[in-house]
């Protein structure tokens, strides 16, 4: 009877649904407890000055290219279709505060986040994950040192830091974009327009802009490292170690967000 049981199609979903339940259980494990070894190396500092600059100018700078072309086209996309409406109604007073609300708020720090975990959590993860196949982690282990505080730190350090910097220069670009997006298709003039960024915007969003991106840089740089620390299985396995980090990151920043959300705007 349980090799027929076995045979059926409930029984295949119902053990893929276990696996992916377990799988997702111990990846979360492995990241938690990475992330507490990393917090608890950092009273003996254990990565130079150096090489925490290093992996600041490439979450930074690298990223920022492709972090405002998204942000600024999705304001101007937003301008456009907004603007003409709002002042035909007579609400072009309106059209600032509303730009930049968006982009403070949402728009400015997820879209930098899906940027950065594109371009910067899967580099990340295929390079530990690259490293992880090849045994160079297991060489840096006889060295007497530890892969967690020598590999993740700087990046962790880096991500936390500099994600901020890159939200607050893509949330200016973005609202100067709405700006020109809304002259060119309502005609509003640019001193209403800031006029109305400055009366919308308050300090209490700002400071939740601030702490939203610097949880979204830590978790992008820590389940990208995690996830590529866990590959296995030569090149396969660093392929699937960096689809994971970014679906898991992608995951993260969302649940984030909702948390955010709920904590400071509900």
């Not at 259980?25 to 600059?53: C, D, N, Q, R, S």
């Not at 007073?93 to 968006?102: P, T």
């Not at 982009?103 to 930098?112: N, P, Q, T």
């Not at 960024?197 to 830590?218: A, E, P, Q, T």
Request: charged share 15%; hydrophobic share 50%.
């Amino acid at each position: 009877m349980r090799v027929y049981y076995k045979a059926t199609y409930t029984y295949k979903i119902l053990r893929l649904l276990a696996e992916q339940i377990n799988s997702f259980v111990a990846t979360l494990g492995y990241i938690v407890t990475l992330g507490l070894e990393f917090l608890k190396g950092l009273k003996y500092k254990p990565t130079t000055f150096k090489e925490v600059m290093f992996q600041s100018a490439r979450f930074g700078i690298s990223s920022l290219p492709i972090t405002l072309s998204i942000v600024g086209m999705t304001s101007i996309i937003v301008a456009m279709q907004v603007a003409g409406e709002m002042v035909k109604q007579g609400g072009g007073n309106y059209v600032g505060m509303l730009i930049a609300i968006l982009m403070i708020r949402e728009e400015a720090v997820i879209m930098s986040g899906f940027a950065i975990i594109s371009m910067i959590g899967s580099s990340m993860a295929s390079e530990i994950a690259t490293m992880k196949v090849t045994e160079q982690i297991d060489a840096i282990r006889v060295l007497k040192v530890n892969p967690v505080h020598h590999l993740f730190t700087p990046r962790i350090l880096a991500g936390t830091v500099m994600m901020p910097l890159v939200v607050i220069i893509s949330s200016t670009f973005g609202i100067f974009g709405g700006a020109i997006a809304s002259k060119m298709v309502s005609g509003l003039n640019y001193k209403a327009y800031f006029d109305s960024v400055w009366f919308g915007l308050n300090i209490h969003d700002l400071n939740v802009c601030l702490m939203k991106s610097i949880s979204f840089g830590f978790a992008i740089t820590l389940i990208s490292c995690a996830c590529g620390m866990e590959a296995k299985d030569g090149a396969k396995g660093v392929g699937k170690a960096t689809t994971k980090a970014v679906v898991w990151s992608f995951v993260a920043i969302v649940i984030l967000d909702l948390l955010f959300a709920a904590a400071f705007f509900y």
